[in-house]
């Protein structure tokens, strides 16, 4: 849209977007998140998936409505490349590239600055980083947008090798929560993991079985980690 619409160059509103997605983030945390926060332990976790959930399904249907049409994409100009006697579509390394870099950029972020290890304290416990004089408010702001900037991330690593839709959030919603579940949601190494492992079971079952019954697979694997343990797979691996 940016680049039809703007006439802005593919690379310009790609960062474009992603900081917008930021942003939105960062409107719906001052916002429709504000009830929720009023809130503590499973009643807030509840009341803001709901919230969320519910934002998420109005736009989906606001966009299928003015947009029923409209699918995006990102085409590179070289459609692959090839190693050795191994031919690679380049969509595929840039987006493993950008998974990467933002793993590698985030890592750094929550490890080696003073606003990550803030965040990783109100992770751990919101009432023990408070007493040691951290701003939880604005610390929690800073988290929704920076998942608003990785969810621009994906969206725009998706439509690197496929169309990009309305309709495709809820499926971006629910890999997310069954990667988050099986590798721990207080846990960035055991999320890596776990969308690696998931990612490859995604790719060979579809191929093999099928979408229908690769979404079970998911699904089980999911069911199975909350079963045996429930904390995630490398959940004390921070």
């Excluded at 590239?97 to 490890?111: D, Q, Y």
């Excluded at 980690?225 to 904390?231: A, H």
Aim: hydrophobic share 55%; glycine share 12%; aromatic share 6%.
């Amino acid at each position: 849209a940016l680049v039809l619409g703007a006439g802005l160059p593919p690379v310009a509103a790609a960062v474009v977007g992603v900081l917008a997605a930021g942003l939105a983030g960062t409107a719906v945390d001052r916002t429709l998140l504000r009830p929720a926060y009023r809130r503590s332990g499973e009643e807030r976790l509840l009341l803001a998936l709901i919230l969320t959930l519910g934002l998420a399904f109005a736009i989906d249907g606001f966009l299928a409505f003015r947009l029923p049409n409209v699918a995006l994409t990102l085409r590179l100009p070289t459609a692959a490349v090839t190693v050795g006697t191994l031919t690679v579509r380049t969509a595929s390394l840039a987006a493993s590239g950008m998974a990467l870099a933002a793993f590698a950029l985030l890592a750094a972020f929550l490890r080696g600055t003073l606003h990550g290890k803030a965040v990783r304290s109100i992770i751990q416990n919101e009432t023990g980083a408070h007493l040691c004089g951290i701003d939880v408010d604005r610390t929690r702001t800073l988290i929704v947008g920076v998942s608003g900037i990785l969810a621009g991330l994906a969206g725009l690593a998706q439509g690197l090798f496929s169309t990009v839709g309305p309709e495709m959030g809820p499926e971006f919603t629910v890999l997310a929560l069954i990667v988050a579940v099986v590798g721990g949601v207080r846990s960035l190494t055991g999320t890596f993991a776990a969308g690696l492992l998931l990612g490859m079971v995604n790719a060979v079952s579809s191929y093999y079985v099928g979408t229908y019954l690769t979404w079970i697979l998911l699904l089980l694997a999911a069911l199975v980690t909350l079963l045996v343990r429930p904390e995630g797979l490398l959940a004390y691996w921070t």
